[in-house]
């Protein structure tokens, strides 16, 4: 028994990362490396350094980076490894002991010698070797989910960098259009044409346009730093280049009918409740021909400590039975059974309830998007181009040129961002596919009109 | 047009039974044919071939409404429709007028003349006419309500009386007039004198046009009915500079003016390079002693004015209300006053934002009639006209009264620019004038100054500083 335990006990030849390594082909089409030896290293910051030669940063590029390069999922890959550390260990029986004792009393010394074998850890070897398989796998999927996420949280975050600065673009015209104006005024009231309160109302769309420059401003410098710290990048590295546009609206929105199906068969977190309960489902089993093992705390002891680091494990304990015949036992088995039966359709509702709105989400964003770019900017366009022409023959002032100008500016940044909420909603799309995702709530309808600024004075 | 000439035969006759399809045939058949205009320009005089004769007038881009005679009856009809009026080559307006036009058709009676009018509504709405200023039986001063029912859409009423006393008169409804009268629903009326009068002269050319406004916002084609004074199109005949036709006369003619106002404001209309005397009112000729020269008469809201003058002058000479707001087309009224704002730097900012803009009104407004930039569609230049020197840079009421000596008798046709004598065009001042001899003693004062400054003055004004301490 001994030598065959043995013979199982030996570390893979991936060390568990194959089907991360998988699951980044399959899902996202990109390369993932666990910097394992110092070559694996080389190359990866070889690639890193490739990638960030590229003159812009493709949302696909910003992705790779942070595969290879995040440290947080590096160090998430290392938990594989001291996972299977562990069950390796667990699968080798402990040495023999060897104790030396030498007590003296007043009828002499004693001294006792024994060599010494674990018989526990012999009779539950076999548990806790099952038990330490069952958690290597866990581990597995959860780096998987983690590696995917990590991927979801890189595009998100190349949305907003990119539509922040196209934003910080066009804020910053906006507040040339009011630089103009208000220098115009300036010299409006300079001139005598001017009295104070009509100068004071132009310079009031100049304070509020530097306002909002300041805000986009800001949000460019988050949304960039947040990017950077997904990606991993310092020093020198933080200087890497993002397009200057988000990419267009596709031509179609994706037509997903079988969604929830599709779900069903990819999502990590429904797949990890199926094996729970099957594997509750065996430890039922064990209960009742044993009666007496406490295996079932086994996959459940997982805990989430204040700081968010988990610690997951198991517990075993063997007991001898005097006193309880274990009824109690078998029926506790049976309920947590139950419960895992629960969890697991509990996982599945869940999972075809987020991806459903997921794809709404989509398809809205899509269609909102689609409205911005066709409907909302051609109109504020032809206002613009009609009170141009109200110019040319005097019937309205530059102001209202300006203020005009304003408002199509805005007009364009709203569809930037309805631009941007479509890709932030593509990919939550795409992570809702393998597992829970963190899907946004929408915003309340705006009333129309809003963008209009300063036009009617 | 549909001619006036073929009345009752031909092609208008049928083009118009065509277009009052949708009033009864039955109806239709004891009426006189209706004549329409398709076009916006003057007409030549009608000279009457039926009833008593006389002198016939010019109706400024409009034209007269033919009669027939049915037993010593003068028969009119007149149709009130909607129409789309030309108020200028490139702007036309959706009004409602009379027989293809607004305003409607001149008519011209005699003193004495019994008058039927067939008026058909093909309006939406009810309608009547009242004739403005004419003395008739109660029943037939078309106010609705207070003396007669409304003419329902798709009937035909009829007006019959007297033409009875000589002048100047108007039509227009009064039924929803607001409306309609803002839609641009009015015309002329004179009632010639039967026989020589000892207060009215014969006069060789005899003009009339009415004094209308409208609101339509540049781009668009229907009036603002709603617009009480801040109108922005200020049209004689619903036509506006350089829309509107000049007045063309032979040196010497007498020429006769006649001007109602239905806008709502007065307008002073002026003339240049001659004097006029206001020879008749809304109550018919001035007597004499109360006629003098003038140059601009003021015509107030509702008031007429028929203006007589020597025309002894060559030339194109203008002819304008002297308000000048009145001589502009569709403008902005607030659009703020640039003179003298300096544009360095800002110009070029607003058009890295604003590629087509363009810096206007900062010296003035006569830019604007220098650059050829795109408007609006359906919307005539805030001023424009081009005259043999430049832009004549007016809009709205304003046209040119063109005196030529060799001008026929009744040719109404443009004769071009006028030719100039030598010598009598405003010209450049090119070199020094000569010193003029000056008396010695001119210029420092009356007394020499004992020690005169080694620097010339400059002129401060002071302001009162505060209070009243310098009383």
Known sequence: MTAGLAGCASFSPDGGFAPVEAAAKDRLGKDVRWARTAADGEMMAQRVAELLAQPALSPDDAVQLALFNNRGLQARFTELGITEAELVQAGRMANPGFTFGRLKSVDGVEIERGIHLSLARLIAMPLIYGAEARRFERVKREVTMDMLALAAETRRAWVQAVAANETLRYMQQVKEAADASAELARRMEQAGNFNKLTRAREQSFYADAALGLARADR????????????????GAQTQFRLPERLPDLPAQPKDQPDIERLAMSQRLDVQAARLAAEQTARNLGLTRTTRFINVLELGLARNKLEDGARQTGYDIALELPLFDWGGARVARAEAIYMQAVQLTAWAAIDARSEVREAYGNYRTAYDIALHQRDEVVPVRKRISEEQQLRYNGMIIGVFELLADARAQVAGVNGYINSLRDFWLAQAELDMALVGRASLSLPTGPVAGGMAGGGAAH | MSSRRNFLRGAGAITA????????????????EPVLQTRPDTMPPLVPSTGRPYNPCVTLNGWTLPWRMNNGVKEFHLVAEPVVREMSADFKAHLWGYNGQSPGPTIEVVEGDRVRIFVT????????IHWHGQRLPNGMDGVTGLNQPGIPPGKTFVYEFVARRPGTFMYHPHADEMVQMAMG????????????????????????????AYDIDPGSYTPKIMTMLDFNLWSWNSRIFPGIDPLVVRKNDKVRIRIGNLTMTNHPIHLHGHEFLVTGTDGGPTPKSTRQYEVTTDIAVGQMRQIDFLADEEGDWAFHCHKSHHTMNAMGH?????????????????TKLIPDYMVMGERGMKDMTEMEMPLPDNTAAMMAGRGPFGSVGMGGMFSVVKVRKDQKPGDYTD???YQHPPGTVAYEFGGALPEPARFKAEGPGSMPALKRPTTPTEVKVRKPAGGHSGH
Do not use: C, Y
């Not at chain 1, 949000?219 to 310092?234: K, S, V, Y």
């Not at chain 2, 039974?17 to 006189?32: C, G, I, Y």
């Not at chain 2, 093909?122 to 309608?127: A, F, N, P, S, V």
């Not at chain 2, 026989?195 to 014969?202: G, Q, S």
């Open chain 1, 219 to 234: 949000a460019q410098r988050a949304t960039r730093e947040r990017l950077t710290r997904l990606l991993g990048l310092w």
């Open chain 2, 17 to 32: 039974a065509a277009s009052a399809a949708a009033v009864s045939r039955v109806a239709m058949a004891a009426l006189p």
């Open chain 2, 121 to 128: 509504n093909k309006l939406g709405e009810l309608t009547s």
């Open chain 2, 185 to 212: 629903m009015m015309g002329f009326w004179i009632t010639h004198p039967k026989a020589k009068h000892p207060l009215i002269d014969e006069v060789d050319r005899d003009f009339v046009f009415l004094l209308n």
């Open chain 2, 334 to 350: 607030d659009v703020p006053t640039m003179i003298g704002v300096d544009h360095r730097g800002v110009a070029r900012q607003i």
């Open chain 2, 415 to 417: 004769p071009g620019w």
